[in-house]
């Protein structure tokens, strides 16, 4: 007979905590927890709302009639940690003390982890964070920025991009180890990936201005006129920073970070709008037209995923930038829950070892 195992997966995001159960692939239970911004700025840091987090997600546990005692093991989205490659990472006292101490910066999936490895150390069970946001698999011709001071880094949603490469690779009945892929996560954040044979050997940092802009964040700008704004006096870094990451992108033109909101002024009439949606869109067509010269024209597939892939205009004027350079797939919304799940399956299952954190 087949073992079944049962999984407790956490997905922390900005604004709301997506958890399910899964018995092997099979979903038993998948919630959103939304937070209120009232509730958040409680607590001064994101790693300050842990204890809150992993309680909601008891008591909803609790609810749901969810007898924790049975899980197999705990899954979270991992976080900010230092560089690594893909795969099933075992969390470990030097990934919490990362996590904690927030080696490369503040987000909310540096929770992950952390709430994992609370719940299942009480039920003495293993707990573990998969192709966490600092995925780094970076050619080194891919690191050198221009200036030596500074070097490129892979910072982008790994999660969703490995998770919608295995699943275009397991329909093409082909090996993810065998094709180059271009991959743009449409989200909130937008990061466009080259995978050559498994590896993404080169993407944008899509939280710290590189690539296209997005619905909240600026992207790449140009430098002069970013270094005159920081120095004129007007603004803090804080305040910078802000308009960066947050409030950038389309919260800036538009001031809303809302893809269907921005259709629906299309539609009105807003002649802005257009412009300005459909530049993200150029961008997110260019960046994908720089990677495929990355991957020197070898290009199985180019595939659009994250919910702005929802939007089948916004699609089609990627798709008609993009597709003389290869077949283009939409994979809207994310994969992320079965991701993680998946990542742990291949771990309890021995087909794949836990990585350690060093
Ligand atoms: N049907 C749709 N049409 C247009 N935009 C959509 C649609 N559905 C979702 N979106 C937009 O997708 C964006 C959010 O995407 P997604 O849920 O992948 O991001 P996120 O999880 O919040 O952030 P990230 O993916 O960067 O971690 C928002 O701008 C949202 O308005
Ligand atoms: C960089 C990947 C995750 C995000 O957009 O916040």
Redesign the pocket.
């Known amino acids: 007979m087949t073992q079944v195992y049962r999984l407790l997966v956490i997905n922390p ?1 900005s604004t709301s905590t997506k958890i399910a159960i899964f018995d092997n692939e099979k979903l038993v239970l998948e919630e959103t927890l939304r937070h209120s911004c009232e509730e958040l700025e409680k607590h001064t840091t994101i790693f300050d709302q842990y204890e809150f987090r992993k309680n909601i997600i008891l008591e909803i546990l609790n609810e749901k009639g969810i007898n924790i005692t049975k899980l197999n093991a705990v899954v979270g989205r991992g976080g900010l940690l230092k560089p690594i490659q893909g795969g099933t990472y075992r969390v470990n006292e030097k990934m919490l003390d990362d996590l904690k101490k927030g080696v490369l910066g503040e987000h909310a999936s540096n929770l992950g982890g952390v709430i994992a490895n609370e719940i299942a150390s009480q039920l003495n069970i293993p707990s573990f964070i998969v192709d966490p946001v600092v995925v780094d698999e970076m050619e080194d011709i891919a690191r050198v920025s221009g200036m030596p001071e500074i070097e490129r880094k892979s910072i982008f ?1 790994a999660l969703n991009q490995k998770a919608v490469a295995r699943r275009f690779a397991k329909e093409k009945r082909k090996r993810y180890e065998d094709i180059n892929l271009i991959i743009a ?1 449409l ?3 937008i990061s466009v990936g080259a995978h050559r044979k498994g590896k993404v050997i080169d993407v944008n940092n899509a939280l710290d201005g590189e690539g296209p802009f997005s ?1 909240e964040r600026s992207g790449g700008l140009p430098v002069g006129d970013l270094m005159k704004l920081c120095y004129s006096g007007k603004y803090t870094l804080d305040e910078i920073k802000k308009k960066i990451k947050g409030n950038g992108g389309l919260v800036a033109y538009l001031g809303t ?4 909101k921005v ?1 629906s002024m299309i539609e009105a009439g807003d002649q802005r709008a257009k412009l300005v949606y459909e530049a993200m869109a150029y961008q997110i067509s260019k960046e994908i037209g720089s990677l495929s010269t990355v991957l020197e024209g070898e290009v199985d597939a180019i595939i659009l995923t ?3 892939a ?2 089948k205009e ?1 699609v089609s004027w990627i798709k008609e930038r993009v597709e003389f350079i290869s077949e283009v797939i939409v994979y809207p ?2 994969d992320e829950l079965i991701a993680l799940t998946e990542g742990g399956l291949r771990v309890l299952r021995g087909e794949e070892e836990a990585k350690e954190y060093l």
């Open positions: 995001g949603h996560h989200g909130g954040g619905p970070n809302d893809g269907r259709s994250g919910g702005i929802y939007d916004f919304g994310e």
